[in-house]
């Protein structure tokens, strides 16, 4: 049972709230109020869609509400009861995104979300009904209560099938036709194909390629005994002739070796015997005490260096500190302090101007403007007023019954116009004068402003340089400062001088230091060279009269030893050896060729006896697959024929009740011509409900059938929704159908929804009822409002 639901934002539904209970559940309304909306969308919140979504007359986005405020969003929330627990599912639609969460709840814990399939899933699940049985069977959409009427005739029968799942049967059916087809089509195909071999004739290739197998490996083997032998012994000449030639070679290298040595040491004595002639007038013992004063008398040079070349980086560093100093004090005192009195010095000058285009006394001359622009207001003022009183004598003037203003006597028409030409005259003269007055004003108000502005200026001026004479003072300070740091780096730099000339005049003297050394080194050097070339020809001579110990011996392993006939036996057995191999090779592949041969031939028998095997079994799954169609086909026609009893039982149940008159007294599901029909009993005759009956008795035969459906196909909902049922009804088949969804229907369904905009409904309700109305010309929001 549907307890509630909740709609934000929803089509025309701004924020609305509905309650259901068991029974008749009314909404109610004028076209265009939103009823239709909540039914679609309980729909929607079941199964994530419904009729009008599903055939695409309406995209997602058309769910949000648009009118009269524009929304990014939408969400449905429905509450039902079912097996003894409480549920809610949710769904959230966001523009350009289609449903971005879905929710489904179990007395309040969450089980499932955001995942919309999950949910649909799991709704299906607990309602024990799925989408297209709720949209076909339970839920009938606007003037579409005779849905099964307006299927053509046909496909009424697919229809059923679909929602029976009887379609099902009728696939499985059909694929096992087209199986037990192919498994035909595969027999005969192995059948032309042991037509076409003869088994006899393949067994005796077969033992005739085997037996000729058996002859070719023989020979292979005696082939392998002689290649083998023939490989041993070239294998020992090889060993034999690489021993000699390594030999040989061992001699060449000896014999290029000692000549080498005895080079060598002929290229050695020759040295030895120069350097000898070098050193014949030098004191070699003396040389290394030389060489240690020298090292001494250059470390202390280099100590004293060190010394004096920290000495004078740490004067430049203290040079560099001073006349850092000296240049930021120029910079930052000296060079602001001068900039500063040349602005101030020009401000001197502007005052001085300032002071010579106003005068000796401002003050003075400041008062005389302002008595002057006070002069010419008063004039102003007396002006307008003398102007006024003319245009008020001419205002009297031009009165009917005017008067002299001196004697009060009534003036004749020619007296009022010269009187009012005099006035008129003035008035202009005294226009003139105000207008030379306010150019007067108008000047001297300016000269009054510049003046204050000059004076302004001028106090300005005179506060900013008010310090000029410390400022100087200031300089004056600073530069004697300046005076005296720049002196101080003067004689630094002087230091500095001199110390970097005595720094260069030791380096000078190192170097002649580092060179008499040198010097001393090279001769040094160069004795050691000598002794040790001696020691290199003594370790020559040594090495030479090995090798030529060596050689003599190898000489005597060549005597009576013949390499070439021992190169020409190698080549024999070569050739040999090279023979035999060719001819393995033609076994390989004679052997290779026969038995690639004999696969060949057994495969095709072994497939021989398989397709035997295989057209027997083929035979049997023929005839199981024509027994399980059969079988197929007679359980839909048992279902079909199980669903008209039960249909045509709930019917005829209903019928008695939903239909107040006598002229229709029963009403069947029957089959003709292969298809579904709903007929009408008329005085023990079945007619058809197409094309024959009225309107009226056309709906009340598809509300019939409708409920018997719902019935059938989902009897764990016992639930019924009706869109705008009354189409096509006169008055007393509305009232008749008031009366059985108030007291008889029950006995059915435990939940019906109707939606209206017929009055007389209202006395269908058991549950709750509700009205909603909408302001359509100023597109307002949907407003609910409970009649009970």
Same mark, same amino acid.
């Given at each position: 049972?549907?307890?509630?639901?909740?709609?934000?934002?929803?089509?025309?539904?701004?924020?609305?709230?509905?309650?259901?209970?068991?029974?008749?559940?009314?909404?109610?309304?004028?076209?265009?109020?939103?009823?239709?909306?909540?039914?679609?969308?309980?729909?929607?919140?079941?199964?994530?869609?419904?009729?009008?979504?599903?055939?695409?007359?309406?995209?997602?986005?058309?769910?949000?509400?648009?009118?009269?405020?524009?929304?990014?969003?939408?969400?449905?929330?429905?509450?039902?009861?079912?097996?003894?627990?409480d549920?809610?599912?949710?769904?959230?639609?966001?523009?350009?995104?289609?449903?971005?969460?879905?929710?489904?709840?179990?007395?309040?814990?969450?089980?499932?979300a955001?995942?919309?399939?999950?949910?649909?899933?799991?709704?299906?699940?607990?309602l024990?009904?799925?989408?297209?049985?709720?949209?076909?069977?339970?839920?009938?959409?606007?003037?579409?209560?005779?849905?099964?009427?307006?299927?053509p005739?046909?496909?009424?029968?697919?229809?059923i099938?679909?929602l029976?799942t009887?379609?099902?049967?009728?696939?499985?059916?059909?694929?096992?036709?087209?199986?037990?087809?192919?498994?035909?089509?595969?027999?005969?195909?192995?059948?032309?194909?042991?037509?076409?071999?003869?088994?006899?004739?393949?067994?005796?290739?077969?033992?005739?390629?085997?037996?000729?197998?058996?002859?070719?490996?023989?020979?292979?083997?005696?082939?392998?005994?002689?290649?083998?032998?023939?490989?041993?012994?070239?294998?020992?000449?090889?060993?034999?002739?690489?021993?000699?030639?390594?030999?040989?070679?061992? !001699?060449?290298?000896l014999?290029?070796?000692?000549?080498?040595?005895?080079?060598?040491?002929?290229?050695?004595?020759?040295?030895?015997?120069?350097?000898?002639?070098?050193?014949?007038?030098?004191?070699?013992?003396?040389?290394?005490e030389?060489?240690?004063?020298?090292?001494?008398?250059?470390?202390?040079?280099?100590?004293?260096?060190?010394?004096?070349?920290?000495?004078?980086?740490?004067?430049?560093?203290?040079? !560099?500190?001073?006349?850092?100093?000296?240049?930021?004090y120029?910079?930052?005192?000296?060079?602001?302090?001068?900039?500063e009195?040349?602005?101030?010095?020009?401000?001197?000058?502007?005052a001085?101007?300032?002071k010579k285009?106003?005068?000796r006394?401002?003050?003075?001359?400041?008062?005389?403007?302002?008595?002057?622009?006070?002069?010419?207001?008063?004039?102003?003022?007396?002006?307008r007023?003398?102007?006024?009183?003319?245009?008020?004598?001419?205002?009297?003037?031009?009165?009917?019954?005017?008067?002299?203003?001196?004697?009060?006597?009534?003036?004749?028409?020619?007296?009022?116009?010269?009187?009012?030409?005099?006035?008129?005259?003035?008035?202009?003269?005294?226009?003139?004068?105000?207008n030379?007055?306010?150019?007067?004003?108008?000047?001297?108000?300016?000269?009054?402003?510049?003046?204050?502005?000059?004076l302004?200026?001028?106090?300005?001026?005179l506060?900013r340089?008010?310090?000029?004479?410390?400022?100087?003072?200031?300089?004056?300070?600073?530069?004697?400062?300046?005076?005296?740091?720049?002196?101080?780096?003067?004689?630094?730099?002087?230091?500095?001088?001199i110390m970097?000339?005595?720094?260069?005049?030791?380096?000078?003297?190192?170097?002649?230091?580092?060179?008499?050394?040198?010097?001393l080194?090279?001769?040094?050097?160069?004795?050691?060279?000598?002794?040790?070339?001696?020691?290199?020809?003594?370790?020559?001579t040594?090495?030479?009269?090995l090798?030529?110990?060596?050689?003599?011996?190898?000489?005597?392993?060549?005597v009576?030893?013949?390499?070439?006939?021992?190169?020409?036996?190698?080549?024999?057995?070569?050739?040999?050896?090279?023979?035999?191999?060719?001819?393995?090779?033609?076994?390989?592949?004679?052997? !290779?060729?026969?038995?690639?041969?004999?696969?060949?031939?057994?495969?095709?028998?072994?497939?021989?006896v398989?397709?035997?095997?295989?057209?027997?079994?083929?035979?049997?799954?023929?005839?199981?697959l024509?027994?399980?169609?059969?079988?197929?086909?007679?359980?839909?026609?048992?279902?079909?024929?199980?669903?008209?009893?039960?249909?045509?039982?709930?019917?005829?149940?209903?019928?008695?009740?939903l239909?107040?008159?006598?002229?229709?007294?029963?009403?069947?599901?029957?089959?003709?011509?292969?298809?579904y029909?709903?007929?009408?009993?008329?005085?023990?005759?079945?007619?058809?409900?197409?094309?024959?009956?009225?309107?009226?008795?056309?709906?009340?035969?598809?509300?019939?059938?409708?409920?018997?459906?719902?019935?059938?196909?989902?009897?764990?909902?016992?639930?019924? !929704?009706?869109?705008?049922?009354?189409?096509?009804?006169?008055?007393?088949?509305?009232?008749?159908?008031s009366?059985?969804?108030?007291?008889?229907?029950?006995?059915?369904?435990d939940q019906?929804?109707?939606?209206?905009?017929?009055?007389?409904?209202?006395?269908?309700?058991?549950?709750?009822?509700?009205?909603?109305?909408?302001?359509?010309?100023?597109?307002?929001?949907?407003?609910?409002?409970?009649?009970?």
């Open positions: 049972m549907i307890t509630g639901i909740k709609l934000k934002n929803w089509r025309s539904h701004l924020d609305s709230s509905i309650e259901f209970t068991d029974g008749t559940n009314a909404l109610l309304g004028h076209m265009g109020s939103g009823k239709t909306t909540i039914l679609d969308s309980i729909c929607f919140a079941f199964f994530g869609t419904f009729p009008i979504l599903q055939s695409k007359k309406i995209k997602l986005d058309d769910l949000i509400m648009n009118k009269p405020s524009l929304k990014e969003m939408a969400e449905v929330e429905v509450f039902f009861q079912t097996d003894g627990k549920y809610s599912v949710k769904r959230v639609v966001e523009k350009r995104k289609g449903t971005a969460y879905s929710e489904l709840r179990e007395n309040g814990k969450l089980i499932e955001p995942s919309t399939q999950r949910v649909n899933e799991l709704v299906e699940k607990i024990k009904v799925n989408y297209d049985l709720f949209s076909k069977a339970i839920y009938s959409e606007q003037n579409a209560l005779d849905y099964f009427l307006t299927i005739k046909g496909q009424r029968m697919r229809k099938d679909e029976l009887i379609d099902k049967f009728e696939k499985a059916r059909s694929n096992a036709g087209s199986l037990a087809n192919k498994v035909l089509e595969r027999k005969s195909s192995a059948q032309m194909i042991m037509d076409n071999v003869n088994a006899n004739d393949l067994d005796v290739k077969i033992k005739e390629i085997k037996s000729s197998l058996q002859s070719l490996i023989s020979e292979k083997v005696q082939s392998e005994v002689g290649v083998k032998s023939t490989k041993q012994r070239r294998m020992l000449v090889e060993i034999d002739l690489q021993k000699l030639r390594r030999m040989k070679d061992d !001699f060449e290298i014999k290029r070796e000692e000549r080498g040595l005895s080079s060598g040491i002929d290229e050695l004595y020759r040295s030895i015997m120069k350097v000898e002639q070098k050193l014949s007038n030098i004191d070699k013992e003396n040389i290394g030389a060489m240690k004063s020298s090292s001494d008398l250059l470390d202390e040079m280099t100590r004293s260096l060190e010394e004096n070349s920290i000495e004078y980086q740490k004067l430049s560093n203290e040079y !560099f500190k001073f006349k850092t100093e000296a240049d930021v120029k910079r930052e005192i000296i060079d602001k302090l001068e900039k009195l040349g602005i101030k010095l020009a401000a001197q000058k502007e001085d101007l300032i285009k106003i005068g006394d401002p003050d003075k001359q400041l008062e005389k403007r302002k008595l002057a622009v006070e002069k010419y207001v008063g004039e102003l003022e007396s002006l007023i003398k102007m006024s009183d003319l245009a008020e004598v001419i205002e009297q003037l031009s009165s009917v019954k005017a008067t002299c203003p001196v004697c009060e006597a009534r003036l004749t028409d020619e007296k009022k116009i010269v009187l009012i030409k005099s006035k008129r005259e003035k008035i202009t003269k005294l226009q003139a004068n105000i030379d007055a306010l150019k007067k004003k108008e000047i001297t108000e300016t000269e009054l402003r510049q003046l204050m502005s000059m302004d200026r001028l106090d300005d001026i506060n340089i008010s310090d000029f004479d410390k400022l100087s003072s200031d300089l004056d300070t600073a530069k004697d400062i300046y005076k005296v740091l720049s002196e101080n780096s003067i004689k630094m730099e002087a230091e500095i001088k970097k000339q005595n720094l260069a005049e030791m380096q000078k003297k190192m170097v002649d230091v580092r060179n008499s050394r040198g010097e080194e090279l001769l040094n050097s160069q004795i050691h060279e000598y002794n040790a070339g001696k020691r290199r020809i003594e370790e020559l040594s090495q030479r009269s090798i030529v110990s060596h050689l003599q011996q190898l000489e005597k392993s060549f009576g030893v013949d390499i070439r006939k021992l190169e020409e036996e190698l080549m024999e057995l070569a050739g040999k050896e090279k023979e035999f191999s060719t001819k393995m090779q033609s076994f390989d592949q004679l052997v !290779f060729e026969r038995e690639n041969r004999l696969k060949e031939l057994e495969n095709a028998y072994n497939t021989i398989k397709e035997r095997d295989e057209i027997r079994k083929l035979d049997q799954v023929a005839i199981q024509r027994i399980f169609e059969k079988s197929l086909e007679a359980t839909q026609i048992q279902l079909r024929q199980e669903f008209i009893t039960a249909v045509n039982y709930s019917m005829n149940q209903l019928w008695q009740t239909y107040p008159y006598r002229d229709f007294a029963d009403i069947r599901l029957n089959v003709e011509e292969g298809d029909v709903l007929q009408l009993l008329s005085r023990n005759e079945w007619i058809n409900v197409e094309g024959i009956v009225s309107g009226g008795e056309r709906s009340l035969a598809a509300l019939t059938l409708r409920v018997a459906l719902s019935l059938i196909l989902a009897p764990h909902l016992r639930m019924l !929704f009706l869109d705008e049922p009354t189409s096509n009804l006169d008055a007393k088949a509305i009232e008749e159908l009366t059985t969804l108030r007291e008889r229907i029950h006995e059915f369904i019906t929804f109707i939606i209206t905009h017929e009055s007389e409904l209202e006395n269908a309700v058991t549950g709750h009822a509700y009205r909603l109305q909408r302001d359509k010309v100023n597109d307002g929001y949907t407003e609910i409002v409970k009649l009970n």
